[in-house]
């Protein structure tokens, strides 16, 4: 399948909301590394697997100029810290590379840039052990998705402090669903597939990637959804850290407020037009509604009987710990729980004492 270049014309509106998100995330996830007086890590790395050209026809930076600047605006702090800082820079086809390099050409610090013309996975299998020492920010924007195989997703998830964002297309899995290589890595049924609409392929892949998680290893996935043109495009993000779901969930609901061709309705079902949701998932009203309607039962249930279980509920569920205290003050108001003053946090991840909720 020969893949298409979408560097040679202006970005479209997807990959600039892609871009978006892929900036704004990087910019909280640097300075966890970046700005520590002490730092846990002294080798940081940003993996760029599919780096394209650099910048499109209109002069925009793409993510490798994105991941240069947000590392610049860090580079006295690199220096003070004794930080040694990586970014990998990756691209197979001959002209898009050549051009990446022009882009390039001078941009090095009190960092290292290093370029590769490789195939991805012989690359990401040569780099693999050096990323086990190094905190890590996988950026894998390829077309299609053939690139992430359930085998390299589980190489990925045993990888200690490792964040990764990736891009996939929901018209591939209806396409070549029957094909060899395909079944290979996604046993999905290929008539099912041609049956289910293709704004919820999305969620199929989610769940696949989800039912790849070793049983009681704790890791998670957020998934944001992309309109373009006539395809749906997904981008997944993977932590292992709460922290790290955290910034993206904020990141993804800070998106909500962009417009254009990424806006699109999911289940098809009546949306306020005039503010539509870049994570129609969870942003139509009655998947809000569902999402607390099932806080509620749990913790009447007492199903959720600690502070940290609803937060973490929240999270699972790609909705921010605000969204969570919204149905932790009705049930307050109500009598029914604990107060919630001293769970109402955005930093739960650091608290090692749980508190129970329930009265």
């Known amino acids: 399948m020969a893949v298409r270049d979408l560097f040679r014309k202006p970005f479209d509106e997807g990959t600039i909301v892609k871009l978006k998100i892929y900036t704004d995330y990087l910019r909280e996830w640097a300075p966890v590394f970046l700005s520590k007086r002490e730092p846990i890590w002294k080798t940081v790395q940003i993996f760029d697997f599919f780096a394209g050209q650099g910048r499109d026809s209109l002069n925009r930076p793409g993510s490798p100029l994105i991941a240069l600047e947000i590392v610049r605006s860090f580079e006295r702090l690199i220096v003070n810290r004794g930080i040694k800082v990586i970014l990998h820079f990756n691209e197979l086809e001959e002209d898009n590379y050549r051009s990446l390099m022009d882009c390039l050409a001078g941009a090095e610090g009190n960092f290292s840039i290093r370029t590769y013309n490789r195939d991805f996975k012989s690359l990401f299998n040569e780099q693999y052990e050096a990323m086990k020492q190094s905190a890590n920010f996988l950026f894998f924007d390829q077309n299609g998705i053939k690139e992430i195989t359930s085998e390299l997703f589980v190489k990925i998830i045993a990888l200690r402090q490792t964040d990764f964002l990736f891009f996939i297309s929901s018209s591939y899995f209806r396409r070549f669903a029957n094909t060899p290589e395909f079944q290979k890595h996604f046993p999905f049924d290929p008539v099912e597939m041609q049956s289910i609409h293709y704004y919820h392929v999305h969620r199929k892949v989610l ?4 039912s790849l998680i070793p049983i009681g290893r704790t890791y998670y996935l957020a998934p944001f959804s ?4 006539r395809n749906i495009y997904g981008l997944i993000f993977g932590t292992h850290h709460t ?4 910034k993206f969930l904020s990141v993804a609901w800070k998106n909500d407020s962009l417009r254009g061709e ?15 949701s870049l994570f129609p998932e969870f942003d139509i009203p009655s998947k809000r509604e569902v999402f607390e309607k099932n806080l509620r039962r749990k ?9 940290n279980e609803a937060y973490l509920f929240a999270l699972n569920e790609g909705f921010l710990l605000k969204d969570a205290n919204v149905v932790l003050k009705k049930l307050f108001a109500e009598k029914k729980i604990k107060s919630v003053i001293e769970y109402i946090s955005t930093d739960l991840h650091k608290n090692k004492n749980d508190v129970p909720i329930i009265i």
């Open 226 to 229: 992309i309109k373009k043109e």
């Open 299 to 307: 913790i009447l249930a007492g199903e959720i009987g600690m502070r």
């Open 262 to 276: 990424a806006n699109y309705d999911i289940d098809s079902e009546k949306i306020d037009l005039h503010s539509p």
């Open 243 to 246: 922290l790290g779901i955290e």
């Open 207 to 210: 769940a696949h990637y989800k």
